[in-house]
């Protein structure tokens, strides 16, 4: 590994080739779902709040008419709380991408053509990945160009984040502030200049108030960079431009609920659904549906808490067990949207062998990835500059193993595994021999091996837990089987 080349090649406009290409691949789900709706809660409630930020509201959700279509499903407790016609001021979720969307309807209104336009927009920042993805493998494989251009290749055909414009959620940002926030660290590093420092401070701040847990990858950095590469300057700018940054909405929070909150009031609600009796540790409809009726977040967070630290309390031999549990469904098989839209009828019935056949196409690429960028994770001699992607990594993925974790999380991650299979792939694997002669490279060698069965091992699992689904899936009725996500 190299770290900072930065050698483009002769073809400085392959980059640019690559947006290209990236977004018109990702423009052909998005026009063929011109009046494609919203499907989750999730996206109704993102949609909620960016409808009253562009009305001048404030950041409230549920106003009247948005009550009335949810009440058939939902029963809100509406005596704990003074509801007013205009919606309800909330925290629980983050701000930045409802913002986000709010800003693309002030420009388009609010009619029945924004979920198309903001797709469109969404695919365009979709696309950019593909480029970042080149130039994240350039920043540390510059001497071998395959690299760079293999991974960007990958991303752009990425089925997962091909179709992922088409969703109203927060990972259509996310994806696009991670690689940014990566880059611009380490071209922080490389230069110390104060400038960009600042620059990835402020990247790594909108990313925190697009997914509050990504602060723990973010401090992680911080401290990796204080200790271990004894850049206390930069750790002081990134913490400092961080908290000018998400601080102001935590006092907002706490302003309005009369104590102490973060980004967002979120944690209660996730830590009782992911240790729930009932749970596995990922999301599962009946339970997650048990808090939602409290409109208060404030209440609801403490509520979700304290049943939350009972259910520790009462049966503590379970924590180990969700953990591995979590950490299976972080890496596992991407096809929970999937089996939740095409259950749903959203694209009417496919026949066995052609949904078979997209099944593959979608799971197909993460299993191959992950199992290769595993060699090449334990191979490479990390050095204290280039290990921000591990310890990001390692950062991003652990509050999902202790708190709840889902299949899309790992998607965020995606380009940094694609850019270590991509290695694997252009020469790395003819070098495990030699590897091999060494204590090291074969305790390495030994690691990864036990990773990737254990990988093999987690989509088997996975694949056998849910047979009789899949088999209901597939069959003549598969799209009338309405599984909830």
């Keep these: 590994m190299k770290l900072f080349p930065c050698s483009f090649g002769s073809d400085r406009g392959f980059p640019r080739k690559l947006f290209l290409i990236g977004l018109l691949l990702r423009l052909v789900p998005v026009l063929l779902s011109y009046n494609l709706g919203i ?9 909620m709040l960016a409808r009253s930020l562009v009305s001048g509201n404030g950041y409230r959700w549920y106003a009247q008419d948005d009550l009335y279509l949810v009440q058939p499903y939902i029963q809100f407790d509406l005596s704990t709380i003074d509801y007013q016609p205009r919606g309800i001021l909330t925290s629980f979720r983050p701000p930045l991408y409802p913002t986000f969307l709010a800003i693309i309807y002030f420009f388009t209104g609010v009619g029945s053509h924004r979920f198309f336009i903001v797709r469109i927009v969404q695919a365009v920042i979709g696309a950019m990945l593909v480029p970042m993805t080149y130039l994240l493998g350039q920043k540390f494989y510059g001497e071998n160009e395959k690299v760079a251009r293999l991974s960007a290749w990958i991303i752009a055909f990425y089925p997962m984040l091909v179709i992922y414009p088409l969703a109203l959620a927060t990972e259509n940002i996310f994806f696009f502030l991670v690689l940014s926030s990566l880059l611009a660290l380490l071209h922080a590093i ?7 420092y600042i620059l990835a401070g402020f990247s790594l701040g909108l990313m ?47 302003r309005l609920h009369g104590r102490l909150m973060g980004i967002e009031s979120t944690l209660g609600y996730n830590l009782y659904v992911g240790y729930h009796p009932k749970s596995t540790g990922t999301f599962e409809y009946g339970i997650s549906t048990d808090l939602i009726p409290i409109l208060d977040d404030s209440v609801r967070d403490r509520i979700g808490m304290e049943k939350a630290l009972q259910f520790i309390k009462d049966d503590p031999d379970r924590i180990p067990y969700l953990a591995i549990r979590r950490l299976g469904y972080f890496f596992g098989l991407e096809r929970r949207a999937l089996t939740y839209f095409y259950s749903n009828n959203f694209f009417g019935y496919i026949t066995t062998p052609l949904l078979i056949t997209f099944a593959v196409i979608l799971l197909l690429p993460f299993v191959l990835i992950s199992t290769s960028a595993m060699y090449e994770i334990a191979l490479t001699h990390w050095t204290p500059q280039s290990a921000v992607l591990p310890l990001f990594m390692i950062g991003y993925l652990t509050p999902h193993v202790f708190i ?65 689904k899949l088999t209901q899936l597939i069959g003549p009725n598969g799209n009338i089987t309405f599984f909830p996500y």
């Design 39 to 47: 499907g989750l809660d999730d996206m109704f409630q993102y949609d």
């Design 190 to 196: 490389e230069t110390r200049r104060t400038m960009d």
């Design 208 to 254: 925190a108030l697009t997914r509050s847990i990504s602060l723990s990858g973010a401090g992680l950095v911080i401290i990796w960079m204080w200790f271990f590469i004894l850049d206390k300057k930069g750790a002081i700018i990134l913490f400092t431009i961080i908290t000018i940054l998400t601080v102001p909405w935590m006092i907002r929070n706490s």
């Design 404 to 468: 709840m974790a889902e299949d899309r999380f790992h998607l965020a991650i995606v380009p940094i595994l694609v850019i270590q299979a991509a290695t694997s792939w252009t020469g790395s694997f003819s070098g495990l021999k030699q590897r091999w002669n060494t204590h090291s490279g074969q305790c390495a060698i030994l690691i990864a091996t036990i990773a990737t069965i254990l990988l093999i091992v987690n989509w088997g699992f996975e694949l056998a837990s849910d047979a009789e």
